[in-house]
């Protein structure tokens, strides 16, 4: 009866790893490997315990329960809960950019390589320069506004 459970477990559990393998983690890693190690030690298993004839039915039937339980998780609809339904649609200093026009002065907050932060009317914003790098602290000037884009250029 142990060789029975040990057999079972094993198939289960390769089984188990490879759809874990093929569905959650990419590429070739550790799960998928001890997936077809654990599969291989079963049926080698049950063909060492039991003889030829119950080793290949239990070889035919490990290959359709892995054929069935594979093309089952890869349905469409198997893993809806998992997936995720929301989005972000929202962007960087959308609302906020009206405020600010063209020549306004303001401060560096982070370095700009070319991106970073700067200060303006008491809020920060994300900016970027036209490729020069500038520490912070340094006085900027809004040189341009669009795309919701704030370029910045040293004052």
Do not use: H
């Not at 890869?74 to 893993?79: E, P």
């Not at 401060?107 to 520490?135: C, H, W």
Request: aromatic share 8%; net charge negative.
């Amino acid at each position: 009866m142990a060789d029975w459970i040990s057999i079972i477990l094993l198939i289960l559990c390769g089984i188990a790893f490879i759809i874990i393998e093929l569905i959650f983690v990419p590429g070739v890693t550790v799960l998928g490997i001890l997936g077809l190690v654990a599969l291989i030690g079963g049926v080698a298993m049950s063909f060492t315990s039991f003889g030829r004839q119950t080793g290949y039915l239990i070889l035919a039937g490990t290959l359709v329960f892995s054929i069935l339980a594979l093309v089952y998780s890869l349905r469409a609809g198997t893993w809806q809960k998992f997936a995720l339904k929301s989005s972000i649609d929202s962007r960087v200093n959308e609302n906020e950019k009206s405020e600010l026009r063209v020549g306004m002065e303001g401060k560096s907050i982070s370095d700009l390589r070319p991106m970073g932060t700067a200060e303006f009317l008491d809020k920060l914003y994300e900016v970027q320069t036209n490729g020069n790098y500038l520490e912070a602290g340094n006085t900027v000037e809004i040189a341009n506004l669009s795309d919701n884009k704030i370029i910045v250029k040293s004052i």
